[in-house]
């Protein structure tokens, strides 16, 4: 009939919902507490209530929902619940299944999630290194002073992770364009963007780099300090590399550099920032997964590959400085493996939400809802 909508419910969709982490999105019985008390939902049309309703009912197009991105997960809906749902962690469900519907493969994003799959996940690039060093002939320790390019030449580090890294960005690019033009398509909850594209983009980056939408949360406050941190630290980490890529490169400065060299204190500040971030996440995670959930496989695995980066980097920084060759250079090789899971798996882990959420958060400020 005319105007009328027809819905087509998916109940293996929900029952995913529910055992990827979703299981108390049945509790909820649309009282619209969460959306009430909730800080950063814009008053028109705002969240969670919504989404809770459409993950309930099996209906799959909230995937393409650009709100389940614009929630920061502080838990301030799940705190004033009166039914004992979680909507923070359902929300956190679907934008895993959505990072899953965007992603090519979308087979791997699955198994990133799946905690069976860990050991080739660790695997595929620990043995890729190991091949490497194989072909080129730097099985062995190398003899001498401890220098890591010894063991792994530059040009064999940017062999394998430069090609990493623009994979990375393929597929998140191929990823995000398929996300811009659903989140735009006609549909009844959603609002026609305007305005000025590149304006509002910078708008939206410096609100997300200082964290100004998450301060307002309340039950997990200090989670955005600690954040900010963590992202504080990638910048420094990222500014570090590229300095050092050029200056190998470009300048012909080869490494190891002087202990207090800017590059040096720089990337120390970044490995510091990085790892105070990421430990405090974690410890604030379990101080509060009674009140605010303990988060599931598919957001742990990300916080164990974060600090698995800055760990073993920290480890194999002190071991090269107090000169023990034996634990020196295998620290510094699963550093490298680290480093290549962050990056490699991107497209498919937590991690992408820095880019699906910004794209979210640009498009509520072109759509004139408070953002």
């Keep these: 009939m005319a105007g009328e909508t027809l819905i087509k419910p998916d109940l293996q969709f929900v029952k ?36 809770m309703l459409q993950a309930q009912w099996g209906l799959k197009e909230v995937l393409s929902d650009p709100d389940i991105w614009l929630c920061h997960q502080c838990s301030d809906c799940t705190v004033y619940c009166p039914r004992g749902a979680n909507p923070g962690e359902v929300l956190g469900v679907l934008r895993q299944m959505a990072i899953e519907k965007y992603a090519t493969p979308p087979q791997l994003a699955k198994a990133v999630g799946d905690p069976k799959f860990l050991p080739l996940l660790i695997a595929f690039p620990a043995l890729l290194l190991m091949a490497a060093l194989w072909i080129t002939g730097h099985w062995k320790i190398p003899e001498g002073t401890i220098v890591y390019s010894k063991l792994f030449p530059t040009l064999l580090v940017d062999f394998i992770f430069v090609p990493a890294f623009f994979f990375a960005v393929a597929v998140l690019g191929k990823g995000v364009m398929a996300f811009w033009q659903d989140i735009n398509a006609p549909h009844p909850w959603r609002v026609k963007v305007e305005g000025n594209l590149v304006g509002n983009l910078i708008a939206t980056l410096k609100d997300i780099i200082f964290h100004n939408r998450f301060r307002s949360c309340e ?13 504080f630290g990638f910048i420094f980490l990222l500014i570090v590399t590229t300095w050092g890529f050029l200056n190998e490169w470009v300048l012909h400065n080869e490494p190891p550099y002087f202990l207090l060299s800017p590059l040096k204190l720089l990337a120390m ?19 509060n997964a009674a009140k605010a959930g303990y988060g599931s496989y598919y957001d742990w695995f990300l916080i164990y590959v974060i600090f698995a980066v800055g760990a073993t980097g920290l480890l194999a920084w002190l071991f090269r400085l107090v000169g023990i060759k034996i634990l020196a250079y295998p620290t510094y090789f699963l550093h490298l493996t680290a480093i290549f899971m962050l990056f490699f798996y991107a497209p498919y ?8 959420r910004t794209v979210a958060m640009l498009h509520a400020r072109m759509s004139g809802r408070g953002f």
């Excluded at 649309?30 to 969670?48: E, G, I, M, W, Y």
């Design 349 to 356: 882990t937590k991690m992408a939400h820095i880019v699906y």
């Design 16 to 51: 995913r919902v529910m055992a990827a982490g979703g299981d108390t999105v049945k509790k909820c019985y649309q009282c619209d507490t969460c959306s009430v008390v909730c800080n950063l939902t814009p008053d028109q049309k705002p969240f969670p209530r919504k989404e």
């Design 219 to 231: 039950t997990t406050y200090t989670r955005s300090t600690n954040h900010l941190f963590l992202v």
């Design 269 to 287: 500040a970044g490995t510091a920032a990085l790892l105070f971030g990421i430990w405090n996440i974690i410890k604030e995670r379990q101080a």
